[in-house]
């Protein structure tokens, strides 16, 4: 079993920054895969990055390549994802996710951070 927390969403203006931070804990976590999603408000969850844990290779979507970094510190067992050049429409509910090695989804959920950029 896997309990993953998140933090670090806030309030930001349009072009600030923020990191978000998700604790894995309770099993070796370097085979998972980690990942964030987002949901907005009458939208559907959707993928923003993830990060192959043991080997540091990351993928983002479209929509935040260029502005969005995720990173990983394998003794704090602390992922991050750095969000440059925020926009409002970056406005989301923010939720990290691990995915076990073997395994097509993701089972594991943090409890979610706000993230919320003004205009």
């Known amino acids: 079993q896997v309990q993953l927390i998140d933090s670090g969403g806030g309030l930001v203006q349009a072009g600030g920054s923020l990191r978000l931070s998700c604790t894995a804990s309770?099993?070796?976590?370097?085979?998972?895969?980690m990942a964030w999603f987002r949901q907005a408000p009458g939208k559907e969850r959707e993928f923003v990055g993830s990060?192959?844990?043991?080997?540091?290779?990351?993928s983002y979507a479209d929509s935040v390549k260029g502005r969005f970094t995720i990173t990983r510190d394998n003794v704090k067992n602390t992922g991050y994802l750095q969000m440059d050049s925020l926009k409002p429409e970056d406005t989301a509910l923010y939720s990290c996710?691990?995915?076990?090695?073997?395994?097509?989804?993701?089972?594991?959920w943090g409890q979610g951070t706000q993230v919320t950029v003004s205009s």
């Open positions: 996710a691990a995915r076990a090695p073997g395994k097509s989804e993701y089972a594991y």
């Open positions: 309770g099993r070796t976590f370097n085979n998972y895969v």
């Open positions: 990060v192959i844990w043991r080997l540091g290779l990351t």
